[in-house]
T-cell receptor, first 113, second 111 residues
Framework: DVKVTQSSRYLVKRTGEKVFLECVQD?????MFWYRQDPGLGLRLIYF???????EKGDIPEGYSVSREKKERFSLILESASTNQTSMYLC????????????FGDGTRLSIL | EDQVTQSPEALRLQEGESSSLNCSYT??????LFWYRQDPGKGPEFLFT???AGEEKEKERLKATLTKKESFLHITAPKPEDSATYLC????????????FGAGTILRVKS
């Protein structure tokens, strides 16, 4: 089974802090994704990566950046956290070919005070 | 304009009361439609992929079907443990490998 592990289940940070969310997958997947999930808005794609050191903007990249130095690890960075970034953050991975499902971690619930 | 719409937003069923959830989509060049189950505080868990109209997939009490414009997730004789949020997502030519998600249907099954 695919295992996608997010480093923290719950995180509380203060406005203006630089925040790192880490994600590791153990299935050698090329593709990795970061989403945020908010009530009534569903899952929205922040950034994704098709390969090491590769990144592409999703639908809501503003205020975020990512890093992929190793194939199994994809980090989401909030450069200067703001209260409107309080959300559930979900990481996913998939094989590179089309039709492949994405497999999700259990999420990080981030609160920015 | 929403590309993926799920209905109803919430559904309450008695145990054993069969029903269906709907996922309609307006994308062109559909490559695949994915169903996920999400329990509170957890990430979405993959259930099915459907590729072409007329296709059906089954898993325990769940059966997913696909037409050219929508998909149904049929739940037969549900049990309380089927309570969850069910998400559908589409992959289309215009989006590459990205998925576009619907907002989900919250299912509650009471015993």
């Amino acid at each position: 089974d695919v295992k996608v592990t997010q480093s923290s289940r719950y995180l509380v940070k203060r406005t203006g802090e630089k925040v790192f969310l880490e994600c590791v997958q153990d299935m050698d997947h090329e593709n990795m994704f970061w989403y945020r999930q908010d009530p009534g808005l569903g899952l929205r794609l922040i950034y994704f990566s098709y390969d090491v050191k590769m990144k592409e903007k999703g639908d809501i990249p503003e205020g975020y950046s990512v890093s992929r130095e190793k194939k199994e690890r994809f980090s989401l960075i909030l450069e200067s956290a703001s209260t409107n970034q309080t959300s559930m953050y979900l990481c996913a991975s998939s094989l590179p070919t089309i039709y492949q499902p994405q497999h999700f971690g259990d999420g990080t619930r981030l609160s920015i005070l | 304009e929403d590309q993926v719409t799920q209905s109803p937003e919430a559904l309450r069923l008695q145990e054993g009361e069969s029903s269906s959830l709907n996922c309609s989509y307006t994308v062109s060049g559909l490559r695949g439609l994915f169903w996920y189950r999400q329990d509170p505080g957890k990430g979405p868990e993959f259930l099915f992929t459907l590729y072409s109209a007329g296709e059906e997939k089954e898993k325990e009490r769940l059966k997913a079907t696909l037409t050219k414009k929508e998909s149904f997730l049929h739940i037969t004789a549900p049990k309380p443990e089927d309570s969850a949020t069910y998400l559908c997502a589409v992959q289309a030519m215009e989006y590459g490998n990205k998925l576009v998600f619907g907002a989900g249907t919250i299912l509650r099954v009471k015993s």
